[in-house]
């Protein structure tokens, strides 16, 4: 694309000059602009089946509707404009997406007899974010009548103060051919938004009111409303719907009412107003483009502009996909190759931007300290006084679980969420995970799942829509900025120089500038550290669990953790929600996924540390590291069983392990805190590998066969397959299958069998449904609970591009080890030269968070970053990733009517 080329030639322009002069400062404010500019705009609002926004609070947002108008219940029925579960549709999604370029999206929408696609682009130039466009095409079903008439509503809004008008009057029915508005804010400038009158058939009657309500006409209704009304689209187009129809049946009555199609037509009413509803209704197929031409882009788009870019993203796509997700066998056949793409582009497709007020309760009553029998109870009570109030307002950018049934942001999914698209584009990555530390209070709490504005709470009842700053949950994105931190090592000193690479345009910069240029990788984890530091330093607070108080034998007195926010039944901030836990609760429960959770944290904060260069937090967190391993041993696990347990006290307040066999047996595995020799590894991997405990045709079980709650209750996390789970057990057999020790074949076995049978789930399931889903059956192998839920389902895909060799040779020849032993001359001299006389302790000050657009202060840089210290390097360098849980909210549906949820259980 020609004017991409262009975009891009003034990144490598300004990054030139920053060669030239020796600022790096200046590398990091263009590279800064450069990808706010490229990410600006994008389908950031999944909730909806097609929702254009920029990421800017309060600005202009788009919306599609569509339904099939034969009769007057249809569009009552079959409207579609929020993605819901309960709809008549087999499948929808992404089949191609980018951030920052754009994608094609088809929906199948049996219920309609119609396919929807709309395929959307974006074309940088100027500077408000460049321009974009949507191609919107319906396609009937061949089993649909072809004259089969379809209503299509297209819905802007402007939410800040700026204009919006029409531009031109047209006839009093309505306009033909294109359709413009112009428009200016504060954030956009001057822009411009054009209707294309594309192609397509319009629907003609001979009822006398056919004057008066052609057909062939584009109709326009302009209004102004307040701020806490202007979202409700679906809403506020049935009210002028429903005056329409009376006003009809006042006319004519029932016995010589027109067709449903022109009964139903908003009034043409075109003019100023932040709301604009667009109806056009067509007979048969049809498509048309929807084009915003920024004003400062200088250039205003066409049609034909439109076609060369849908083209050339559909290539550079297919083409960048098939490099970096370099599908191994017995994956890559072309239809693991569109399953692949499906499941990637819905993950991103998914990412959102989300900007308003949140529910928190600060009261920090006493009963949530959880320090008395019988806590649960009284924190109920503590809850029910409703102390709550709204804060913020807040902006998250991030990636959502399910876009019908979870569409906002949960804390542990993200990290999850970020494995894949890390490969992808780790730019985009660093910027979610700064919008995520941007919601981050002084003391160090992320609310865990952030629901944002009236829209969002419309989809969460309203007990559930309460955040409380003593709740947890597992702290999933140090795995992803650890992940950073390591590919930063290996690119130091085995690829060009940052500048050099970007100056010569060999890769596609803005995806990996942060990788290329290590200046500003090293700038961003040092002004992301101190936040990391705070939260990890929270979690040890306010989740401490009680050693001394029962006169527990272990290594360390300071140790052990508890997840705070425990009812009766459930753990819901553990992500595990109703997986079995001691009975009853007891403030004396020390939890062991939590503890191995701290672990993964002091382990990747250790890191961090040592790689900037910060000594002293280093050794402490290696003290840390020790005291975390042998507590595991002394406080949870169980010769008896064989297996990491939870614990609790017994009636004389005597140290107990409760043993429920399953995912939180493992996590101690999971997270890499054992060692490939110890005893206990080898148990762990007998309980994995066993079929009457976890071990099925269709993935590993969440709880053993054998434990008496197995499939009872809710059955969340009771017996469920679960992808996230899953895919770290697949991760550590491949890590075990590359180092020496006495389980690296047993390992290896696993590994192949385990990741064969995890795609040939999920894959079948989607090719039978059309849907990725939230878990799968463990006997059955069949998706259930949430569909569409592309959010951590959507690992399956680094899974298939995982190494199928099985010889040792084989595994080694790709392991962090052989890359050293390959570079170890070229390397070693490099990590001499990073240990210079002058290595000094780096304190950075705590970062301003409170800038809307995401930004960090620059700090300075030190030479002593990617030390890359031997035994660091020979280590996994791949970041695990882990679980995430929810259980499933009865939907509110933001329009007319609600829609069921996936089970009757509780919250997720």
Not at 119 to 124: C, E, G, M
Not at 159 to 177: N, Q, Y
Not at 178 to 194: A, H, R
């Amino acid at each position: 694309m020609a004017r991409l080329a262009q975009f891009v030639a003034a990144a490598v322009l300004a990054a030139t000059a920053a060669t030239a002069t020796g600022d790096a400062s200046v590398l990091m404010s263009e590279i800064g602009r450069q990808n706010n500019q490229s990410l600006l705009w994008g389908p950031y609002k999944p909730n909806l089946y097609f929702g254009v926004r920029p990421r800017v609070p309060k600005s202009l947002w788009t919306g599609l509707m569509w339904g099939r108008i034969e009769d007057f219940n249809d569009v009552k029925d079959g409207l579609r404009y929020t993605c819901e579960q309960g709809e008549d549709i087999h499948g929808y999604g992404w089949d191609e997406y980018d951030a920052r370029t754009g994608g094609v999206q088809t929906i199948h929408d049996e219920g309609n007899k119609i396919d929807i696609t709309t395929s959307f682009v974006k074309i940088p130039g100027g500077t408000r974010g460049g321009s974009w466009a949507v191609r919107v095409n319906g396609k009937l079903h061949e089993n649909a009548p072809e004259n089969s008439k379809t209503v299509v509503y297209y819905y802007v809004a402007q939410e800040d103060a700026g204009d919006l008008e029409v531009h031109g009057e047209g006839s009093e029915v309505g306009f033909k051919g294109d359709v413009t508005f112009t428009g200016k804010s504060e954030s956009l400038g001057d822009y411009k938004l054009v209707f294309t009158e594309g192609k397509g058939k319009y629907p003609t009657s001979s009822h006398d009111i056919g004057e008066r309500r052609p057909g062939d006409v584009t109709l326009v209704s302009s209004a102004d409303f307040e701020e806490d009304v202007i979202w409700q689209a679906k809403a506020l187009l049935f009210q002028q719907l429903q005056t329409a129809a009376v006003a009809v049946q006042d006319e004519y009555g029932l016995d010589n009412a027109p067709p449903a199609w022109q009964v139903y037509r908003i009034p043409h009413k075109p003019g100023k107003g932040n709301s604009q509803i667009v109806q056009r209704t067509y007979e048969g197929s049809f498509e048309f483009d929807v084009i915003f031409s920024s004003g400062s882009a200088g250039v205003e788009l066409t049609s034909k502009d439109v076609t060369k870019a849908i083209e050339s993203t559909s290539t550079s796509f297919s083409e960048r996909f098939s490099s970096i997700f370099d599908l191994k066998a017995p994956f890559q056949a072309e239809k693991y190759q569109k399953f692949g793409k499906s499941m990637f582009s819905n993950l991103l497709g998914g990412v959102g931007y989300f900007y308003g007020q949140q529910m928190i309760d600060r009261s920090y009553a006493s009963e949530y300290d959880e320090e008395n029998e019988g806590f649960w109870e009284e924190a109920a009570a503590a809850r029910e006084l409703k102390q709550q109030k709204l804060e913020g307002p807040y902006e998250l950018f991030t990636s959502v679980p399910s876009r019908p049934f979870f569409p906002r942001g949960f804390l542990w999914d993200e990290g999850f969420h970020l494995a894949p698209i890390a490969d992808w584009d780790m730019d985009l990555t660093l910027q979610i995970v700064k919008s995520w530390y941007n919601t981050m209070d002084d003391d160090g709490w992320i609310p865990r799942e952030q629901i944002l504005g009236p829209e969002a709470r419309t989809k969460v009842p309203e007990e559930f829509q309460v955040q409380y700053p003593h709740y947890a949950n597992p702290p999933t994105l140090f795995l992803v900025i650890e992940d950073f931190m390591e590919r930063l090592r290996k690119t130091n000193g085995t690829q060009p120089l940052g500048r050099e690479s970007l100056a010569q345009g060999h890769r596609k910069q803005l995806h990996t500038a942060h990788l290329d240029n290590y200046e500003l990788g090293e700038d961003f984890l040092r002004k992301l550290y101190p936040l990391l530091r705070r939260q990890y330093d929270w979690f040890r607070k306010t989740q401490r669990g009680d050693i001394k108080g029962y006169d527990r034998e272990a290594y360390s007195t300071k140790e052990g953790y508890r997840w705070r926010g425990r009812t009766e039944t459930h753990v819901l901030t553990s992500g595990l929600d109703d997986y079995p836990r001691p009975q009853p609760p007891h403030p004396g429960e020390l939890h062991v996924d939590l503890m191995a959770w701290v672990g993964l944290m002091t382990k990747s904060l250790r890191n961090i540390a040592d790689a900037l260069g910060l000594q002293e937090d280093a050794t402490e967190l290696s003290k840390n590291l020790e005291a975390i391993e042998h507590n595991l041993n002394d406080l949870h696990w169980s010769e008896k069983d064989g297996c990491y347990c939870d614990a609790t006290v017994d009636a004389f307040e005597e140290h107990q392990l409760v043993c429920h066999k399953g995912y939180v047996s493992l996590f101690p595995f999971l997270v890499g805190l054992l060692k490939p020799n110890d005893a206990k590894l080898g148990k762990t991997l007998d309980l994995i590998a066993d079929e009457e405990h976890l071990w099925s045709a269709h993935g590993i079980r969440s709880l053993s066969k054998q434990d008496e709650f197995y499939g009872t209750g809710e059955n969340y996390w009771r017996s469920p397959i679960w992808m996230p789970m899953n895919y770290m057990v697949v991760k550590q057999l491949q890590t075990l299958a590359k180092q020496e020790g006495p389980y690296r074949s047993r390992a290896r076995d696993m590994y192949m069998r385990l990741r064969q049978n995890l795609v040939d789930t999920v894959y079948k399931s989607w090719e039978e449904t059309g849907f990725a889903w939230e878990q799968y059956n463990p006997e059955t192998g069949a998706g259930q609970r949430t569909q569409h839920f592309t959010g951590w389902t959507s690992l399956i895909i680094k899974i298939m591009a995982m190494d199928d060799r099985t010889s040792s040779s084989a595994f080694y020849t790709n392991s962090p080890l052989a890359t050293i032993d390959k570079h170890y001359k070229y390397t070693s001299h490099r990590i001499a030269s990073h240990r210079i006389a002058s290595h000094r302790i780096y304190k950075p000050q705590l970062p301003d968070i409170s800038n809307s657009h995401l930004n960090f202060h620059p700090q300075p840089s030190s030479n002593n970053f990617f030390k890359a210290h031997l035994k660091m390097a020979s280590s996994t360098l791949d970041a695990q990733l882990i679980n995430a849980g929810r259980s499933g909210y009865n939907i509110v549906s933001g329009a007319p009517g609600t829609q069921p949820p996936p089970s009757n259980d509780d919250s997720r």
